[in-house]
């Protein structure tokens, strides 16, 4: 069964930079969600995206910034990376927004900044 | 405000044992969702299992079960035999009526010795 995919995989930036993270949900699912792993931690909720609209904000840094396309695939921004910024950046797909459904998460893209 | 507990940082066992993963959460709301997913050292986050607030029945999935129990507020989870393969970090997740982001809580580590 096809799964979330994310890209890229690993990915390693300097301060000050730029990085965009993409996110391809399953087929037919049109919600999409951003979650950020710390060293040693559980995911944070950062922002989620449902029928190209923005359904629901975490905590979300203004320097980061996200959006949903007509086909469902969804990106994320980082601007002025820092050093915290460094995580795995899951991203997760669910059929509808809907809290009763499971949300299937991707294998992360691990981003390092140096 | 909602919120996950796991306790348990880590937990080591021998082969075959049987483990008990404990988590506690809170919530205001009287709908909410129950989640356990399993991040093996590869990174990718699984779902495991999903539990609605109204239904308190327990289940059972090969040498997985879950006991729910909302006078306690707890959702634990109970590895039966344990195997080498278990060996990872699971984390215990709630979503609540009236949003679909997960909270997670801060993960239990198992490592199953041979």
């Known amino acids: 069964a096809a799964g979330v995919i994310q890209s890229p995989r690993h990915l390693i930036k300097e301060k000050r930079e730029t990085a965009t993270l993409k996110c391809y949900p399953i087929?037919?699912?049109?919600?999409v969600y951003w979650y950020q792993q710390g060293p040693g931690q559980d995911p944070q909720f950062l922002i989620s995206f449902y029928e190209k609209m923005q359904s629901d904000k975490g905590s979300i840094p203004d320097r980061f910034s996200a959006q949903q396309f007509s086909d469902y695939h969804s990106e994320l921004n980082m601007s002025s990376l820092e050093l915290g910024d460094s995580a795995l950046y899951f991203c997760a797909s669910s059929l509808t927004s809907a809290a009763y459904n499971e949300q299937f998460f991707g294998p992360g893209t691990r981003l390092t900044v140096l | 405000a909602q919120k996950v507990t796991q306790a348990q940082t880590e937990i080591s066992v021998v082969e075959k044992e049987d483990v008990t993963l404990d988590c506690v959460y809170e919530?205001?709301?009287?709908?909410?969702?129950l989640f356990w997913y399993k991040q093996p050292p590869s990174g990718e986050l699984v779902f495991l299992i999903r539990r609605n607030s109204f239904d308190e029945q327990n289940e059972i999935s090969g040498r997985y079960s879950w006991n729910f129990q909302k006078s306690t507020s707890s959702f634990n989870f109970t590895i039966t035999a344990s195997q080498v393969v278990d060996s990872a970090v699971y984390f215990c997740a709630l979503s609540e009526g009236n949003t679909d982001k997960l909270i997670f809580g801060t993960g239990t580590r198992l490592q199953v010795f041979p």
């Open positions: 087929p037919r699912h049109d919600t």
């Open positions: 919530t205001r709301d009287t709908t909410y969702y």
